[in-house]
């Protein structure tokens, strides 16, 4: 069994590659086009309960082709393909970790983003992912953030810190 000390944005972990799956993710939480005191996450079922994160997912990579898309990348597509929605990226918040409830020898380090909406697909419905948990977007006001009424997935390790000190500046 080999392994080896990586670092990504300041995490330091141990990869084991026999032991789990490593991935990088990307997840924006954007901000309402007219109210500035809401965000828009999406609302989870979770083991039974309900709880709230940022639209997002793993960085997509072809390793035949030698292709990756960047954390960027990843948060503006997710999005489009979460919400329907056209984004800009405003700028990087931080990152967190986080061990995948549907598989948990799958772990996430996650660059989180804050960011606009250029656009709507009008005709979007729905995530169309059979992989994923089902979902339902949510303006979230962002006070109710800072005072710790909404709840965060506890398994998002450090995502509820870096959203209440964002957004308590």
């Known amino acids: 069994m080999q392994s080896s000390l990586c670092i990504f944005f300041g995490l330091k972990y141990k990869k084991d590659v026999e032991s789990g799956l490593f991935f990088l993710s990307a997840k924006i939480i954007l901000r309402h086009p007219t109210d500035q005191s809401k965000v828009l996450l999406i609302k989870r079922m979770v083991n039974g309960k309900f709880s709230y994160e940022p639209a997002g997912g793993k960085v997509e990579c072809d390793f035949k082709s030698k292709i990756a898309e960047s954390l960027e990348e990843c948060a503006v597509r997710e999005a489009q393909e979460e919400l329907g929605l056209t984004v800009k990226i405003e700028h990087y918040i931080g990152s967190y970790y986080f061990f995948w409830i549907i598989d948990s020898n799958k772990c996430s380090s996650c660059a989180l983003f804050i960011g ?14 059979a992989c994923e948990l089902p979902i339902e977007p949510e303006w979230i006001m962002i006070d109710n953030l800072i005072n710790k009424k909404v709840p965060i997935d506890v398994c998002h390790v450090g995502l509820e810190n870096l959203m209440i000190n964002y957004f308590s500046k």
């Open 116 to 129: 606009t909406i250029t656009s709507q697909d009008e005709e979007f419905v729905a995530n169309a992912d």
